[in-house]
């Protein structure tokens, strides 16, 4: 004889996809690799700014997938060491990010009006502009890679206002395992050569969150 053990039970689960408009600031820096001179200790962080888009994707509450694509400028200064710290240089980077997220919502309050995302993901950006600055004046850098990738970590907080909009801000941080090198920085700084550097960003942004879909779907576990 078979007996059948298993009951369905149908259970609600929420799904929604939104689109979110942002712009912020962020703070740029750099580690060198292979710092046989100590060129670590005169270098320092530069303040740039972020804006583009992002759409999130809900796909089973509290789950969620987000794909951002925004225009970053930041950058990082340099003193250059052999010169008894009189050459000092600002490099700047224009690129764009494209990462691709996956995190989970935490709901608190009444009604759901407070939200607490972490997210992690995979970063990849590309190079659209360099320059340097340098004793007045700017000098256009060659990046001999035009694409790294960096890993990101995100923390968000969202405000409900009402059941179609919300305002949020987050923080996150970029760090690239990519070197990035420049081909001709001898060309305004004599006899010294690049040694390549690691990039990390810090940044942190404000936006308006539009939800474009939500609705509710049966999900179905077995006993």
Same mark, same amino acid.
């Given at each position: 004889?078979?007996?059948?053990?298993?009951?369905?039970?149908?259970?609600?689960?929420?799904? /929604?996809?939104?689109?979110?408009?942002?712009? /912020?600031?962020?703070?740029?820096?750099?580690?060198?690799?292979?710092?046989?001179?100590?060129? +670590?200790?005169?270098?320092?962080?530069?303040?740039?700014?972020?804006?583009?888009?992002? $759409?999130?994707?809900? %796909?089973?509450?509290?789950?969620?997938?987000? $794909? +951002?694509?925004?225009?970053?400028?930041?950058?990082?200064?340099?003193?250059?060491?052999?010169?008894?710290?009189?050459?000092?240089?600002?490099?700047?980077?224009? $690129?764009?990010?494209?990462?691709?997220?996956?995190?989970?919502?935490?709901?608190?309050?009444?009604?759901?009006?407070?939200?607490?995302?972490?997210?992690?993901?995979?970063?990849?950006?590309?190079?659209?502009?360099?320059?340097?600055?340098? +004793?007045?004046?700017?000098?256009?850098?060659?990046?001999?890679?035009?694409?790294?990738?960096? /890993?990101?970590?995100?923390?968000?907080?969202?405000?409900?206002?009402?059941?179609?909009?919300?305002? %949020?801000?987050?923080?996150?941080?970029?760090?690239?395992?990519?070197?990035?090198?420049?081909?001709?920085?001898?060309?305004?700084?004599?006899?010294?050569?690049?040694? /390549?550097?690691?990039?990390?960003?810090?940044?942190?942004?404000?936006?308006?969150?539009?939800?474009?879909?939500?609705?509710?779907?049966?999900?179905?576990? %077995?006993?």
């Amino acid at each position: 004889m078979i007996i059948l053990l298993a009951l369905a039970l149908g259970v609600k689960a929420q799904e /929604g996809f939104s689109i979110s408009p942002f712009v /912020g600031f962020a703070g740029s820096g750099i580690g060198i690799k292979n710092d046989n001179e100590n060129v +670590q200790s005169y270098t320092g962080m530069k303040v740039g700014f972020a804006g583009g888009l992002k $759409f999130q994707y809900e %796909f089973a509450k509290p789950f969620l997938v987000e $794909f +951002q694509s925004f225009y970053n400028r930041c950058g990082y200064s340099l003193t250059v060491p052999e010169t008894g710290m009189s050459e000092h240089i600002d490099f700047y980077m224009d $690129f764009i990010s494209i990462p691709f997220l996956i995190g989970y919502n935490f709901y608190v309050g009444e009604n759901d009006n407070f939200i607490i995302s972490p997210k992690v993901g995979i970063a990849p950006n590309i190079f659209v502009n360099t320059f340097a600055k340098y +004793q007045d004046e700017e000098f256009d850098t060659k990046v001999d890679n035009k694409v790294d990738w960096r /890993g990101i970590l995100e923390l968000e907080f969202t405000w409900k206002i009402n059941s179609l909009m919300s305002v %949020f801000m987050n923080v996150n941080g970029r760090a690239g395992w990519g070197i990035i090198t420049y081909s001709n920085i001898s060309d305004f700084v004599s006899d010294w050569k690049d040694p /390549g550097i690691y990039n990390y960003v810090v940044s942190g942004n404000l936006g308006l969150k539009f939800k474009i879909t939500n609705r509710e779907k049966e999900v179905y576990e %077995f006993y």
